[in-house]
Every structure is written in structure tokens, then in C-alpha cells.
């Protein structure tokens, strides 16, 4: 028996073992010579094309040679990387052509390939196709179009075999990612890292994360069929792994596109949760928010639900059992998403008071993400941020005396409580009259507490004690990865005379800020949100160290944005300059506000 691991929706083998074909029969191979030929193909297509022309000529010839073996050549490692790449470059009718002869007379030979471990992606990058759709072309022909309806056609077809053999495509890990990719298509949503795939380019800065594309009109009922066929198969969807990932696509692109049909889905989804069966006062729904497969299914469902669905969810399954699952190692994710959905909500003010009653014990468990939410949420409430920080600064034992509240910044970064960060008990248990000093450590929760806090309306407390820090501690916060967003959270929120005290003390740190990686970015936000007047101080600071900042790959940017040659040769020019900055600035704030 073939033995077999599922990791991460991916099926791996034990090698010297092949995975064999769908019928139980022995799986045909390409002979050597063929394998040769498109392993060159591969190389020939890493090279690049210069002309048009070129590639239209070699992606014909090389089609011609798959003609009559699409199959054969889908299901070959070495050929369906390949053709998985041709395809992004062939016509639309050349990949109609590719897909009619996978499917055979029937279409039934689709579910063969696409469940196959190397089909599957030659299926995949066949019906991303789509989005080339909607590329802007002025000339585009009689012809074109009746290219693209080819291709629709058998996009069409691929739906039809899907319905057919829907639970097969579903708990097979390579036929879910083909539905997956199906779909997107035909939500007219294709991810960008799925659409440079293809390719086997990857983006460094893609525009956006999803593409949208125009889609034929028949898509869309081809869309609502096939989420019909899903929720008459919802017992799979929800406790499959490849199923749920499955689900949690079409409930992404309609969340998207069609958000009515995406409200349909989810009533479906909760109405079979709540109607199973279980113990007398318990929720069903309790169980899968424990489960791990099922849990990424709520955590989707709870992102998309409207006001009325998580105030049902929260009166009818979860009020009183909050807590449990917010300590949870798997639900404790749930309550997160479920905490991020309903932040702007009343919904919210429930269950803020549920989890505030458990508060040290979600500290103790090491589930910062919860009390990260429950923070950033509050700066939508304004009568809760004050109870918050209170339980915060007890629960990191610098409550009381007032005096201790001054330390709160290097323990809400560093998340440890005020003994143990100053080392103020010795073994015996014995307390220690003078703190020990130790040096400034960020963890990431730590970062994102403090800049969740920065928003809150009274930021007196935190703001104190960034002044009770030193430099040493101040240039590890700027330059740390996760502290300098921090610290720059920090002087963005700040009023204009805050901030004019926090870089004062700042100033012999400019330099040494300039030439890190992540001080350059804190520097320049400072920048951004700093008076004429500021920058004129920051900029004084860097001209005497014109060399050094010149030479530096991070700093010498920031001399360029900086101005700091005008500063030095022109100065009115550059007061000019940075005085209308400071205008428009004020204008765009005005109008935001």
C-alpha cells in the first residue's frame, strides 16, 4: 500500500514510490526522448523572449508536439512544468484546445488530471487563463472574441464535470486546489501570487493582492450553481481539510463580489452547525471552534458576517464560553477573529466584559493575540480604554504605587511583569529595594500592544514613560524591527509639542537612526508628521555628518528626501519648500478630519 502524508493540502511519497493512477492501473510515463525535449522547453522558456513573433512561433511548435498526448504530458513531472508554463503565454483558443482534449469527448477524463499531483497545476494555470480577459486591447477582432468563447466554453465544461464529481474534487488535495482556482475564475477574482505562479515570476511590489477581471455573464450562474452543490455537501466542507479550504475561497471572492450570495453561504454554514446535535445546554458550535480543521472555517465565516449574525452567534453559542475558548490553543483563534469582526459593533461591549473577567488568566496562557484585539478594538470605545490600560498596568504588577506606572513601556514591550523585568526578587522570594537595570527588549505582541495603545485617547501614561527612557534604550527601540514601528505609532499620535519633546530627546540619535534599516523608516515618519520648525532642527543634526550619511545605503536616501544639500546651499529655497509641505499637510488633514 502506498503510505501517504497530508501536509499543509499537499500529498508526499516515500521515495522510490509513485503515486498511481486514479483507475488503479499502471501509470504511463514519457519515454526519455520526450522527457528531454520539454525539460529544453523549460530552459528555452527561462531564457525569455525578445520578439513577439518568437514566442507566438515556439509556443505553436511546442503545442503541436503535445497535441494528441496532453495527458500524458500533464501528468509527467517534467512535462506539466512545461506545459503549466506555455499555457501562460499560448492563445486563449490554444488553451481552449489544450483543455478540450484533457477532458476528452465527455469532459469526464478532467477529474483524472486534475486530481493528479502534476495535472492539478497543469489545470490550474490552463483556467487562469481568464484573467487575461480583460487585458485593454482597442483592435480586438471577430476573431478574439470567438477565441474567448472557446475558452469560456470549456471553462464551462470543467464546471459541468466539476457538480458531477464534486466530493471527489473536494477531499482530493490537488482536484481542491483545482476547484480553488476555479472558483476565482469565475468570481472574476484571481489572487496576484496564483497569476505570477503562472509565470514563475514573482512581483516585488504587485499592485494589489487580488486581480479583477471581466467575466462572461454565464460565470456568474455557473458560480451559483456551483455554491449550491457546496452547501448540499456542507457535512464535507466542514470537517474535510481540503473541503474547508475549498469553502473558505468561495466565501472569500463572494465576500468580494457577490456579497449576497456570500450572506447565503454563511446562513447555510451557521444553520447546519447550530442544527447537529450535542450534549443538553451546549453549543454544537463549541466543538468545531475547537477543532483544527473546522476552526479556520469559522475563523472565515466570523471575518465575513454582518451585525445580525454575530450578535445571533454571540447571544445563541457563545455567551459565558468565551473565556474557555479564549484560552483554548486552536479557539482562542476564533475569538479573535470573531473580536476583530465585531469591533465596531455593540456586540463588541459584551463580550469586551466577558473576556475582561478572565483577563490575567488570557495573559497567563500566552494568548497575546486576544488581548491585542481586545485592545485595538477599544479605540473605537472610548468609556472602555481606561479600564483597560488599569487592568493592564495590574496585570503587569505597575499599578500601584502610582510612581511604578512609569515603567509600563519596556513591560508592555518586553510582555514581562515588573519583577521579573528589573530582577526585584530574589531566589528566596525576598524583594529588592533598588531595580537592576537591564537592557530594553521588544517582542512582537509587545510592539503591536503599544501601538494598539497609541490610540487610545488619554496616552499620558505610555507617554511618560517613553520620556523616562535613555538613549541606549531609545536607539534600541528605533532600530528594532518590531519596536521601531512602535516608537513611530508613538510619535505619529503624538500632539505637536509631545512630539517636539520625545525627538529633542532623539536628537543625538539621528545619525545612528539614519543608518539602520528600520531607524531610516522611523526617521522619516517622524519627518512626515514633524512642523518646519522640527525639521529644521533634524536637519541640523544630519548636515554635519554629511559623509557618513552619503555613504550609507539607508541614510543616503534619507539625505535625498530630506533635502539637507538645499538646507545647507539654499536655505530660504528650502524653508520655502518645506513650509508649503507643511501647508498641504494641514490642508488634506482638515479635510480628513
Given amino acids: 500500500m502506498v503510505e501517504e502524508m497530508e501536509v499543509k493540502g499537499q500529498r508526499y511519497f516515500k521515495v522510490g514510490q509513485k503515486r498511481p493512477a486514479q483507475d488503479g492501473t499502471k501509470r504511463r510515463r514519457l519515454d526519455a526522448t520526450s522527457v528531454s525535449y520539454f525539460r529544453r522547453v523549460s530552459e528555452r522558456l527561462n531564457e525569455g523572449f525578445t520578439e513577439e513573433e518568437e514566442k507566438a512561433l515556439f509556443v505553436e511548435n511546442v503545442l503541436s508536439e503535445v497535441k494528441g498526448q496532453a495527458a500524458l504530458v500533464s501528468t509527467d513531472m517534467t512535462g506539466s512544468v512545461a506545459l503549466e508554463r506555455l499555457l501562460s ?12 482534449e484533457l477532458g476528452g469527448e465527455t469532459g469526464s477524463e478532467f477529474r483524472g488530471v486534475s486530481c493528479d499531483q502534476c495535472g492539478g497545476h497543469v489545470m490550474e494555470s490552463a483556467l487562469r487563463q481568464a484573467h487575461r480577459w480583460n487585458e485593454e486591447d482597442s483592435d480586438v477582432t471577430a476573431e478574439d472574441e470567438e477565441h474567448c468563447g472557446m475558452l469560456e466554453a470549456q471553462v464551462k465544461r470543467v464546471c459541468g464535470v466539476v457538480r458531477e464529481s464534486l466530493l471527489e474534487f473536494l477531499k482530493d488535495p490537488y482536484g481542491s486546489h ?22 514563475g515570476r514573482k512581483q516585488k511590489k504587485p499592485k494589489a493582492e487580488v486581480l479583477d477581471f471581466e467575466i462572461p455573464v454565464s460565470f456568474w450562474w455557473e458560480l451559483k450553481h456551483l455554491s ?10 466542514v470537517t474535510n481539510t481540503s473541503a474547508s479550504a475549498a469553502l473558505q475561497t468561495l466565501l472569500t ?6 456579497p449576497l450570495l456570500c450572506r447565503k453561504l454563511i446562513k447555510g454554514i451557521m444553520g447546519y452547525l447550530a442544527s447537529l446535535s450535542s450534549a443538553p445546554g451546549v453549543s454544537p458550535l463549541l466543538v468545531f471552534l475547537k477543532d483544527p480543521s473546522c476552526s479556520h472555517l469559522m475563523q472565515t465565516v466570523f471575518s465575513f458576517s454582518q451585525k445580525a449574525v454575530l450578535r445571533d452567534v454571540y ?61 485595538e478594538s477599544c479605540v473605537y470605545w472610548e468609556e472602555k480604554q481606561n479600564a483597560l490600560l488599569q487592568r493592564l498596568l495590574q496585570a503587569f504588577h505597575c499599578s500601584e504605587p502610582a510612581s511604578l506606572q512609569v515603567s509600563c513601556l519596556p513591560l508592555f514591550l518586553s510582555l514581562l511583569a515588573y519583577e521579573v523585568y528589573y530582577n526585584t526578587e530574589t531566589a528566596e522570594g525576598d524583594a529588592v529595594t533598588q531595580p537592576v537595570q537591564r537592557r530594553l527588549s521588544v517582542s512582537y505582541h ?16 505610555l507617554m511618560n514613560s517613553l520620556h ?5 534604550d531609545l536607539l534600541t527601540l528605533g532600530t528594532d524591527r518590531f519596536g521601531s514601528h512602535a516608537l ?37 515618519a517622524a519627518w512626515n508628521s514633524a512642523t518646519v520648525s522640527q525639521r529644521q532642527s533634524i536637519a541640523e543634526k544630519l548636515v554635519p555628518s554629511e559623509s557618513q550619511l552619503r555613504s550609507d545605503q539607508f541614510a543616503r536616501h534619507i539625505w535625498a528626501k530630506f533635502g539637507l544639500t538645499n538646507f545647507m546651499k539654499r536655505r530660504a529655497d528650502w524653508q520655502e519648500v518645506q513650509t508649503g509641505e507643511s501647508k498641504k499637510r494641514k490642508m488634506f488633514s482638515d479635510i480628513l478630519q
Fill in 228 to 237: 449550491e452543490r457546496l452547501l448540499e455537501n456542507i457535512n464535507v466542507c
Fill in 89 to 100: 503565454l499560448a492563445s486563449p483558443a490554444q488553451v481552449a484546445g489544450v483543455l478540450a
Fill in 253 to 258: 471572492v463572494c465576500h468580494r463580489k457577490r
Fill in 488 to 524: 513611530q505609532k508613538l510619535l505619529t499620535a503624538a500632539s505637536d509639542k509631545c512630539r517636539g519633546k520625545i525627538l529633542r530627546k532623539l536628537e543625538e540619535l539621528y545619525v545612528q537612526l539614519a543608518c539602520s534599516s528600520c531607524g531610516s523608516r522611523l526617521l522619516e
Fill in 468 to 472: 523616562r527612557l535613555g538613549s541606549a
Fill in 315 to 375: 447571544r445563541s453559542h457563545l455567551r459565558t464560553q468565551l473565556m474557555p475558548l479564549a484560552l483554548h490553543p486552536i479557539a482562542n483563534y476564533t475569538v479573535q477573529s470573531l473580536i476583530t469582526a465585531s469591533a465596531r459593533f455593540r456586540v463588541f461591549l459584551k463580550i469586551f466584559d466577558e473576556l475582561m473577567e478572565g483577563f490575567e488568566a488570557i495573559l497567563a496562557a500566552g494568548h497575546m493575540g486576544v488581548v491585542v484585539l481586545m485592545v
Fill in 178 to 199: 483545482v476547484l480553488r482556482t476555479l472558483v476565482q475564475v469565475l468570481s472574476g477574482s484571481l489572487s496576484r501570487d496564483a497569476a505570477a505562479a503562472q509565470t
Fill in 446 to 461: 509587545g510592539s503591536r500592544l503599544i501601538q494598539a495603545l497609541a490610540g487610545f485617547k488619554d496616552r499620558s501614561v
